[in-house]
């Protein structure tokens, strides 16, 4: 009777494991700030995600549903600002999402470099797979200035995500 129930507990467990796919996605984004930047305060730059991930899911066969974790695995900024990032003191990159989500942490740079281009540490184990069911996803670039700052500023980051989806 024990080993008939073992092995009954066993192909239930067995079952219940369904199959995964990982796979990575690279989004190419632009944060735009036509305003001017006021000293310790930070900025922030925003982008709403939806086409970026349209064909990724159709690839997958993927809904929303489907998706059973995301992490950010590598963040990289770029501006061609003739300053680069000599006028800013940090960067914080936040994934936030409609509804009652809240903001979490993906990458943080303190200090930034002086220079066009940085590679930001990913925050963690921060899985965003909440914040990626969601219809509405935004990508928020905090920048923090070390000066008032009149001219606009421009900054591409390239962000690779993995996802982990289940059938």
Not at 61 to 80: C, D, G, P, R
């Amino acid at each position: 009777m024990k080993k008939l129930l073992l092995l009954f507990t066993a192909a239930m467990l067995f079952g219940a494991c369904g199959k995964q796919t990982k796979d990575n996605i690279t989004l190419d984004i632009t944060f735009k700030s036509d305003g001017p930047f006021f000293e310790a305060s930070p900025e922030s730059l925003q982008h709403q995600l939806s086409e970026e991930l349209a064909a990724f899911m159709k690839q997958h066969q993927a809904t929303e549903a489907n998706i059973e974790a995301v992490k950010l695995i590598s963040a990289s900024f770029t501006t061609v600002d003739s300053a680069g990032f000599a006028d800013f003191s940090s960067l914080t990159l936040n994934m936030m999402a409609g509804g009652d989500s809240k903001a979490k942490e993906i990458a943080v740079q303190n200090p930034l470099p002086k220079g066009k281009t940085f590679t930001a540490q990913p925050a963690g184990k921060a899985d965003l797979s909440a914040h990626f069911k969601n219809k509405e996803k935004f990508l928020v670039c905090d920048l923090t200035p070390k000066a008032d700052r009149e001219k606009p500023f421009e900054i591409k980051a390239k962000l690779t995500f993995e996802f982990t989806f289940k059938d």
